[in-house]
């Protein structure tokens, strides 16, 4: 997946894609683990300094071959594109949970289930309120490409209801409330598995102008795909005021 930028599928290797790919997310498995493991460590400092210079190491072999910069939307095994970066869903990206959104079409609605540790930390055995806010704002981000008009989020208004505890399954879900021409409003919740809701969210998404034309034409579009994406390069070329 780390190659792979502007072909079309017909162009890959299907079977050595999905290879990469399911390296690549095992890479960030590892790393993941790794995080974890470097907030909760109690090692003395001589092991801590030697672990440092390796990972270092590895840093810079990994980095030997890299993009130069950000890596954008990428061409997967399947057909699509997705973001691999995205800190709520990359699967290239340690920081993520990743979070596994479930969509239903016909109800409009997203869901998903997520259980964070020591790294998203906030106050004292919860969960950091701007990693809820993260995690909201990409579960109502995906909910515009069920309605045919994948925005980018206007605003984003979190309600904190009660702390969401580490180490614990909770739920977040997402749904279009209305649609106004370009823009899509939507609501969302974070909620126990006694359904009590800790944080809840509404939010207004705009296509951007660049986009406005062909979504017009009504082209051929995939709701399921992760980033919402209508068409396979609609946000390859965007304008730097996306707005």
């Known amino acids: 997946m780390g190659r792979v930028t502007d072909v079309t599928r017909s162009e890959i290797d299907t079977s050595e894609l ?7 997310e095992e890479l960030a498995n590892a790393v993941r683990e790794l995080i974890d493991a470097t907030v909760r460590t109690k090692i003395g400092a001589d092991d801590v300094n030697d672990l ?9 072999k990994l980095l030997a071959d890299a ?41 409009l609605r997203a869901w998903s289930t997520f259980n964070l540790g020591a790294a998203y930390e906030g106050p004292l055995g ?28 206007a605003y ?11 180490f614990a399954d909770l739920n977040i879900e997402a749904k279009v409330d209305r649609t106004e021409g370009w823009k899509t409003f939507a609501t969302g919740r974070i909620f126990d598995a006694e359904g009590r ?5 509404e939010a207004l998404f705009i296509v951007p102008k660049f986009a406005r034309e ?30």
């Open 126 to 153: 919860h969960i950091h309120g701007g990693v809820l806010a993260m995690l909201l704002d990409q579960i109502l981000g995906m909910i515009p490409a069920l309605v045919g008009l994948p925005g980018m989020t």
């Open 197 to 201: 809701t800790t944080a809840e969210a």
């Open 214 to 243: 062909r979504l017009e034409r009504r082209q051929k579009q995939d709701p399921m795909s992760d980033d919402g994406e209508y068409e396979p390069n609609i946000w390859f070329n965007a304008p730097k005021n996306l707005m």
């Open 18 to 24: 999905r290879r990469e790919e399911l390296s690549y």
């Open 67 to 107: 993009h130069p910069a950000n890596v954008g939307l990428l061409l997967c095994a399947d057909g699509r594109r997705r973001s691999p970066s995205n800190p709520v869903s990359g699967r290239r990206n340690a920081f993520a949970p990743p979070l596994k959104v479930k969509r239903d079409k016909d109800e």
């Open 52 to 60: 440092t210079a390796q990972i270092r190491a590895a840093s810079a």
């Open 156 to 166: 984003l208004n979190v309600t904190y209801r009660r702390p969401s505890p580490l």
